[in-house]
């Protein structure tokens, strides 16, 4: 006689330590393997797109920086970007030098937190900490120049809200210098010790033509073996001036694509942004930085679509104008939200531990999923 | 022990209950608090924090605040849990593993129960605690708590036996179950010391050492699964299961679960210091003998003891704050396909060398 | 057999690495400090507390305006203009009695827009941010220096004024009205007389004839 058994649904969430913010994963579980994973999200909407359309362009810029709350600065750096399309203004030189050393300073930050509570997810508290330490000599530099450490409304379209403090330059080479060894100390710590190897190589495999047809981007899509990077393919900004790798993902621990080569390209990425500050500070030109800032914003009747590379992936903006000072309509494309959507392929056949590595190397901000 | 509170109180059961509680007032329960503050420390400056500072002088109170705080607790039971068995289980888990703590040799004039079968007996009795961890998952009516219960089981059960392996090849070794004599035979200096080779002539001294070294690992790396310490805390892996078996309890009921695995903490480092690293003796040779004051070597016996066991406290400590956790089917992996067969092997060739 | 002695290995060997480094950290000096006891020096510009130097206030409603989560609420009145209420401290001459001025903290974003536009400078962000409060409406800041009565007065001169003026502009409505109507009069009387006139003419004529 069969026993009659049924699949027990795990509610992972809202309120779980690993989710990443509020997230519920309702998993479908036969023992601890997983049958099927549905993400619940839009407990954290804040109705971004419908309030943009009743704001002014300047007054929708502290309003980007709460969708990836960990990467506000390129938040803003996508937003301005796309107005100044819209608007087709050119933005001074030294703008230009600052949101290149805002970005990738913003994109180290954002990395330490997604490699740092990746490691938390898989149970090592340590490195999280280490990294959060470094962290926070970033977002002092931040609060040094613009008075915030988390939202910055720091980019402004056509320029930015302070020019440099008189010091930063200064500390941001001392801050280079003192953080790449700090690089190799997490990878002594966490990224080639074995049972880090053995918690997250060969697990979530994300082929290239699944990462592709699920639209990922950014480090996730790196690291499935594709060199795709819109600073190099398509610089926006000043990224063409700028000598720096992309790294991709090479299946050093196991197959292409799994979630230690998605670990692994955001470390690497590390790297490369600090190279990328190297040059930046050593080009910057000296210059006014709000010149350009036009003084009522009323682009003209139509639409554009600008797009970025942000730490989690291309960060678009859609911007539909009718002439007159508020947007018609505005859509974000959220790499998280698009990132979120490959759970479910991802975690088919898994254990229940692997959902949390998965999820946790897909580096999603519930902020900017539910927007 | 016994006898002499036998002859102060002239009643069998009154000394009887005054010697079993000796060890948990005086030895278990502030053990659990210093070594919940020592968690808090020691994890604190590897993350260059300072952890607890308020309470006392660098925090040295906290954990008597905590526990305070604790008792104070309400304590919820929700509605759908099977209340005998949730009252039940915290008490199981404490029970078993205190009662390892009878069999422990803290010093040559304080043995618990000093059993021929110390060994065999603690053994057995630490099972008792993957029983009350079952009950709690189960009585929970928690998901979580249920995977953690059931991880749980299947990890302690496991790793008994390359725990076992091990065992029976010092037990080989020294061809006795009681902690006692093997602490007795690891006596004088260290490198008489199980983990040394124990107290064989010189020369099978050096064909055991690297076995011997060899099973203390193995045993440490068991330890750590069977009192769910990382890597090994997959049944309260809060980054997957919240709190794992123990979710649904609050309040002293929770406390209870929280001493319980501190005490199992040193309960497994004792017995690999009384198996190993020559139990109570001292690796340099007593003071109370050089300066003849006899009534001081239990005294310096209990402090060595202390010292080894915390010492290997805080190896189990500092490694929980340097590593990430296992999987389930890894954790299964390490078990048995790695320590075990190595266990065995080890095993075979202790036998075979001790024969010579 | 070779990989499997290699993964043994390779476990044993990454975690005591992994040690040393924890090993190493244990003697650095702690980066946290005291919170209540030991501050950390706050950056220069550092976003906190808004705050608003009612002296150079000219009420021009800018911050406000500028808000995108309207936490600023500014009601004025029109000063008489026999009423001297100074200048600013860069020299803007003050027209308005700044009858209200509020911000709601709670709801304030910490956006810093509201003080680029204010052309006196006289909203900016401090650096105090321990300001936590029992009740949600004693973080409802109000600025305006004026008192009860004085608002009340303020208030009445205004209307006063604003209906003397309005006294003022019905008299020189009426008097427009009246003038217009006199006008009116004036006209149609001529008109009614020239008619008249036309009639007599016309009437005259045939007498004539």
Not at chain 1, 75 to 101: C, H, Q, S, W
Not at chain 2, 168 to 174: D, G, K, N
Not at chain 3, 43 to 69: S, T
Request: proline share 4%; hydrophobic share 45%.
């Amino acid at each position: 006689m069969a026993i009659k058994t049924e699949e027990m649904v795990l509610n992972m969430g809202p309120q779980h330590p690993s989710t990443h913010g509020v997230l519920r994963l309702e998993l479908e579980l036969e023992g601890e393997i997983i049958k099927n994973v549905k993400p619940h999200i839009g407990y954290l909407h804040r109705c971004f797109e419908k309030h943009a359309e009743a704001m002014t362009y300047p007054q929708v810029v502290p309003y980007t920086d709460r969708m990836d709350y960990v990467a506000s600065m390129y938040n803003n750096f996508g937003y301005a970007v796309t107005v100044e399309k819209l608007l087709g203004i050119e933005v001074p030189e030294r703008v230009e030098y600052i949101r290149v050393i805002m970005g990738e300073l913003q994109r180290i930050a954002s990395h330490m937190v997604a490699l740092g509570t990746y490691g938390l997810d898989l149970g090592a508290f340590t490195p999280f900490l280490y990294l959060f330490i470094d962290r926070e000599k970033i977002l002092n530099l931040f609060e040094m120049t613009c008075g915030a450490r988390l939202l910055y409304n720091y980019i402004w379209v056509g320029g930015v809200s302070h020019d440099l403090h008189p010091d930063f330059l200064r500390l941001t080479k001392e801050f280079i210098d003192y953080y790449r060894p700090h690089i190799a100390e997490l990878n002594e710590l966490l990224s080639y010790n074995k049972i880090f190897i053995e918690r997250t190589a060969n697990v979530g495999v994300m082929p290239l033509d699944t990462a592709i047809n699920y639209g990922m981007t950014g480090p996730n899509l790196r690291a499935s073996g594709l060199k795709f990077d819109l600073r190099k393919d398509e610089p926006y900004s000043i990224y063409d001036r700028f000598d720096f790798d992309v790294p991709v993902g090479e299946g050093k621990m196991g197959t292409v694509g799994d979630c230690w080569d998605r670990y692994f390209v955001r470390v690497l990425e590390l790297e490369q942004s600090l190279k990328i500050l190297e040059q930046a500070i050593e080009q910057i030109p000296e210059g006014d930085v709000q010149s350009a800032i036009p003084k009522r914003i009323k682009p003209p009747a139509g639409t554009v679509y600008g797009r970025v590379e942000a730490p989690r992936g291309e960060l678009g903006y859609f911007i539909i104008s009718d002439g007159s000072v508020n947007p018609f309509r505005m859509k974000v494309r959220a790499p998280s939200f698009v990132s979120l959507s490959i759970m479910g392929e991802l975690c088919k056949g898994h254990l229940v531990s692997d959902v949390v590595a998965i999820l946790g190397s897909i580096d999603i901000v519930l902020g900017e999923v539910d927007r | 022990m016994y006898e002499l509170l036998y002859d102060i109180f002239g009643s069998e059961i009154i000394a009887m209950i005054i010697a079993a509680c000796m060890p948990l007032f005086l030895f278990i329960l502030p053990f659990a608090l210093i070594a919940v503050l020592l968690e808090r420390k020691v994890s604190a400056h590897m993350q260059d924090r300072l952890g607890p500072m308020r309470v006392g002088y660098h925090g040295i109170l906290q954990t008597i605040a905590d526990i305070l705080k604790l008792i104070q607790k309400e304590d919820i039971v929700a509605d759908t849990t099977d209340k005998k068995l949730f009252n039940m289980a915290p008490v199981l888990v404490f029970a078993g593993s205190y009662a390892v703590f009878a069999a422990i040799p803290f010093s040559g004039a304080f043995i618990g129960s000093a059993a021929d079968v110390g060994i065999f007996f603690i053994i057995a009795v630490s099972s008792i605690v993957v029983a009350g961890i079952l009950m709690a998952g189960w009585a929970s009516n928690n998901k979580y708590s249920l995977l953690g219960a059931m991880r749980s089981a299947a990890q302690i059960i496991s790793y008994e036996i390359p725990t076992a392996l091990v065992v029976l090849s010092i037990v080989m070794l020294t061809g006795t179950l009681s902690l006692n004599t093997m602490s007795i035979q690891q006596t004088a200096y260290f490198w008489n010391w199980n983990l040394f080779g124990g107290a064989a002539d010189g020369f099978v001294q050096l064909l055991l050492l690297p076995f011997t070294v060899v099973a203390f690992v193995i045993f440490y790396i068991s330890s750590l699964a069977e009192v769910n310490r990382t890597p090994f805390d997959i049944p309260e892996a809060e980054s997957e299961l919240v709190a794992g078996y123990h979710t649904e309890y609050s309040g002293m009921k929770f406390a209870m679960f929280f001493l319980a695995e501190y005490a199992n903490m040193f309960a497994v480092s004792a017995i690999a210091v009384a198996i190993f690293l020559g139990g109570y003796q001292s690796p340099l040779g007593y003071l109370g003998n050089t300066i003849g004051v006899e009534w001081l070597i239990p005294y310096e016996q209990l402090f060595w003891f202390t010292v080894k066991g915390v010492g290997l406290v805080l190896v189990q400590i500092w490694l929980r704050w340097t590593l990430p956790r296992l999987r389930v089917d890894q954790l299964m992996t390490v078990c048995w396909k790695y320590l075990i067969p190595y266990a065995f092997v080890n095993l075979i060739i202790i036998g075979l060398i001790s024969l010579i | 057999m070779k990989q499997y002695l290699k993964n043994s290995f390779d476990g044993i060997w990454t975690i005591l690495v992994g040690m040393k480094v924890t090993f190493k950290h244990l003697f650095k000096p702690a980066v946290t400090i005291q919170y209540p006891d030991v501050k950390l020096p706050m950056a220069d510009r550092v976003r906190n507390r808004l705050y608003v130097n009612m002296d150079d206030c000219i009420g021009c409603d800018q911050c406000a305006r500028a808000c995108p989560v309207n936490c600023i609420t500014i009601d004025t009145v029109k000063s008489l203009p026999t009423e001297d209420l100074g200048k600013t401290s860069n020299g803007k001459k003050k027209v308005l009695w700044v009858t209200k001025f509020d911000i709601d903290i709670a709801k304030c974003c910490y956006c810093q827009l509201c003080v680029f536009p204010c052309p006196t400078e006289c909203i900016y962000m401090t650096d105090v941010y321990e300001f936590s409060e029992f009740e949600r409406e004693d973080l409802n800041y109000k600025f305006a220096t004026l008192t009860e009565s004085e608002i009340v007065e303020k208030n009445a001169n205004f209307e006063k004024m604003q209906a003397e003026k309005e006294a003022k502009k019905a008299a020189a409505a009426k008097a427009k009205a009246e003038e217009l109507a006199k006008k009116k009069a004036e006209e149609e009387a001529k008109a009614k007389e020239e008619p008249k006139t036309d009639n007599a003419d016309n009437k005259e004529q045939p007498d004539k004839e």
